[in-house]
């Protein structure tokens, strides 16, 4: 097969290259034993560089047009093969062709969360995800920083580098911005632009051209998701009490046909709004407690007790309800005494009975001393 290249490179006079690809950024002619004729043709079509190197060197850097290869076009090249006396003889060299085109919608996103502060939030962890455009500025620098002497050079090859670098200074960028995160998705076409400004130097330094950094997406963990949903579902329900209303009237329409469902909504609901009535009563403010006063003349009688219904506790039991005159019977049987407790509707809790003011005058002095009550 030697020969037979050798036989083929003699008649090929056309130097070019057709990418049928998307990724490839730099390809390498083939040609056997890099031998290219005197007066060969060489087309850079748009979009494209061509670089001659000769002996390790960057001998020439052609842009977009058709060149017959001789002596006097390339300059440099004919000092570096020393053609003093131009020879049309063929000369070696290695032709890399550049595609200067843009390499649009490449992926970069952060691996694992970046932890940082919020005003809101006090620490939350961020996830972001975008895309950045780049293309060769520079093929010099590029093929001596970068590529050497790869013939394919593919943009993966060097993505990975990139992805990395864009997302150690959006951290950076990200952790001093002080942005809140409910504000992030209003802001994040200003975040590309200033990463955009602020790493585009560092790719100048491998020959690169940083056109666009696209910030396309900024997420929490799921857990903390989830927890935003509920406050804004909580926001969103207003009227607490008219919400509870509803939900009730509506279960209560539905039950019939909800079965374990609907009974088990009911009871939630159910529940709420017992909850909120024991708020409510809560909050009234507690009677106030009596208070005796030394006075220099006798104390008034006190008024007649209210035909009213009583509970009492008796054996560690709530009894009754009793009215005055079955409370009177109750203490001459010695099963209640002072100290026994007694609560009727509208107070906030049980108090004995001698600190009960409307029930003043129910035992007699010889019934101070309370019965013991069992011990439980």
Do not use: C
Request: charged residues 20%; proline residues 6%; aromatic residues 10%.
């Amino acid at each position: 097969m030697g020969i037979w290249d050798k036989l083929f490179g003699e008649f090929v006079d056309i130097i070019e290259w057709t990418d049928s690809s998307v990724d490839t950024m730099v390809y390498r002619f083939q040609r056997y034993g890099n031998e290219i004729k005197f007066g060969a043709k060489l087309t850079v079509r748009e979009s494209q560089i061509a670089v001659f190197v000769s002996e390790g060197q960057i001998a020439d850097v052609l842009g977009p047009g058709l060149y017959e290869l001789e002596t006097k076009n390339l300059p440099i090249l004919s000092t570096l093969q020393h053609w003093y006396h131009g020879f049309e003889s063929p000369f070696k060299a290695e032709v890399y062709f550049f595609n200067t085109r843009q390499f649009v919608d490449l992926k970069w996103g952060t691996k694992n969360p970046i932890m940082m502060r919020d005003k809101e939030f006090n620490m939350v962890r961020l996830r972001t995800f975008g895309t950045y455009n780049i293309r060769i500025d520079d093929p010099a620098k590029f093929i001596t920083e970068i590529v050497g002497t790869d013939g394919h050079f593919t943009v993966d090859e060097i993505s990975s580098q990139l992805r990395n670098l864009i997302v150690t200074r959006y951290t950076d960028i990200l952790g001093s911005s002080d942005i809140p995160v409910l504000d992030l998705a209003g802001n994040q076409g200003q975040l590309g632009e200033l990463l955009t400004q602020r790493i585009a130097p560092e790719f100048k330094d491998y020959g690169l051209e940083l056109t666009k950094v696209l910030v396309e997406n900024i997420s929490l963990p799921p857990a903390v998701e989830e927890a935003l949903d509920k406050r804004t579902s909580m926001g969103m329900i207003g009227n607490l009490d008219k919400y509870i209303q509803f939900g009730a009237a509506e279960s209560m329409q539905n039950g019939s046909t909800g079965g374990g469902a609907g009974s088990a909504i009911e009871m939630g609901l159910g529940f709420a709004m017992a909850n909120k009535m024991a708020n409510d009563m809560n909050t009234q403010p507690a009677a106030p407690m009596p208070t005796h006063t030394t006075q220099a003349h006798p104390a008034p009688a006190p008024p007649p007790l209210p035909d009213t219904n009583w509970h009492v506790a008796i054996d560690r039991k709530a009894a009754g309800p009793f009215d005055l005159t079955e409370l009177q019977q109750l203490a001459m049987n010695k099963q209640i005494s002072p100290g026994t407790l007694a609560w009727i509707d509208g107070m906030e809790k049980w108090k004995s009975i001698e600190s009960i003011a409307a029930l003043d005058g129910l035992f007699d002095e010889d019934q101070a001393e309370p019965p013991e009550l069992p011990k439980s």
